[in-house]
């Protein structure tokens, strides 16, 4: 009923910049908050941003102030620009979304995206 595609993932040089996307689509009644995580090789997942549906923002201690996540409302898609970026923000990104589909009552469920495979290397 619901799809999240994330784009946008590539290989980019250390202190580079890279913006990924997350789309959403489907049968979508209201979308309450979408996040970025991420996993690098070996390690668990690992939170990275929020953006609410009343426009909060947060982010890991990781990435605030060369992270920037956004929305377009209009499009269910959600952003993340990525500056100055690392060799450990090395990762593949996933998308998540609190979501109410048409006809589902309100009840809220969460989604996940495939993810987009981000390397940062010279």
């Known amino acids: 009923q619901v799809q999240l595609v994330e784009s946008g993932g590539t290989l980019v040089q250390p202190g580079g910049s890279l913006r990924l996307s997350c789309a959403a689509s489907?049968?979508?009644?209201?979308?309450?908050?979408m996040a970025w995580y991420r996993q690098a090789p070996g390690k668990q997942r690992e939170y990275v941003a929020t953006i609410t549906a009343s426009g909060t923002l947060d982010y890991a201690d990781s990435v605030k102030g060369r992270f920037t996540v956004s929305r377009d409302i209009a499009k269910n898609t959600m952003y993340l620009q990525m500056n100055s970026l690392k060799p450990e923000d090395t990762a593949v990104y996933s998308c998540?979304?609190?979501?109410?589909?048409?006809?589902?009552?309100?009840?809220?469920?969460?989604?996940w995206g495939q993810g987009t495979r981000v390397t940062v290397s010279s």
């Open positions: 998540n979304a609190v979501i109410s589909v048409v006809g589902g009552k309100g009840r809220m469920r969460d989604y």
């Open positions: 489907g049968s979508i009644d209201s979308i309450y908050s």
